[in-house]
């Protein structure tokens, strides 16, 4: 029987991520590194935290656009219910406010996709050591794009709005009055300098404030 040369003390790690050729491949190309295991893997982001809860990893590897919940907010659940993961985002969207909203969520790494996969392996070593890692180029970015200028509820309010929701639809959701619907949505199309507020959904959503 050929013997396991793996380290005796692996890194374990949970990946999440929707596309299941994607998620496939990490698994497998972690999986080659001897200090590595892959403990879960999750194709939605409401599995992420009560899969960490009974696999306890030691770094959560996470794309950000997960059906269930997004990676950024399962990142904010998992530093509060398994705070000994590090979490390492890894997306294909390298948008500077998705970086700054990792960050507020208790992130320790940013990364894009298209990097070789010992540069990953690398990083979730870093991590586990307490390290911050960050895409040379996206932090570049992130520092002159500055912060997002939209408040916590002008974001729930443009999330509100995506399906063509209505205002009574967005006051009933979020229970706020109507005019006060109205008044954080004028807001955030004036922040984002666009027309009405689909143009400001799909603004913010390039800049990566949503």
Aim: negative net charge.
């Amino acid at each position: 029987m050929p013997q396991d040369h793996r380290a005796a003390k692996s890194v374990r790690v949970l990946l999440a991520e929707d596309q299941g050729m994607m998620r496939g491949a990490l698994a497998l190309l972690l999986g080659l590194e001897e200090d590595m295991e892959v403990v879960a893997q999750v194709s939605a982001g409401d599995r992420i935290v009560p899969e960490a809860l009974v696999s306890r990893p030691d770094v959560a590897l996470l794309d950000i656009e997960l059906p269930g919940m997004s990676g950024l907010d399962a990142a904010a659940e998992l530093r509060s219910e398994v705070p000994d993961c590090r979490v390492l985002i890894l997306t294909t969207f390298g948008r500077p406010g998705y970086l700054r909203r990792a960050m507020e969520a208790g992130a320790a790494g940013f990364l894009v996709k298209d990097g070789p996969v010992e540069d990953l392996a690398e990083a979730i070593r870093r991590v586990l050591r307490g390290e911050t890692v960050i895409d040379p180029a996206l932090a570049a970015a992130a520092l002159s794009a500055g912060p997002s200028p939209l408040t916590a509820r002008e974001r729930d309010v443009l999330n509100a709005s995506v399906d063509g929701a209505t205002v009574s639809d967005i006051a009933g959701k979020l229970h706020l009055s109507e005019s006060t619907v109205r008044n954080y949505l004028s807001s955030a199309i004036g922040k984002t300098a666009t027309r009405n507020r689909m143009e400001a959904v799909r603004s913010a959503r390039q800049q990566g404030w949503l």
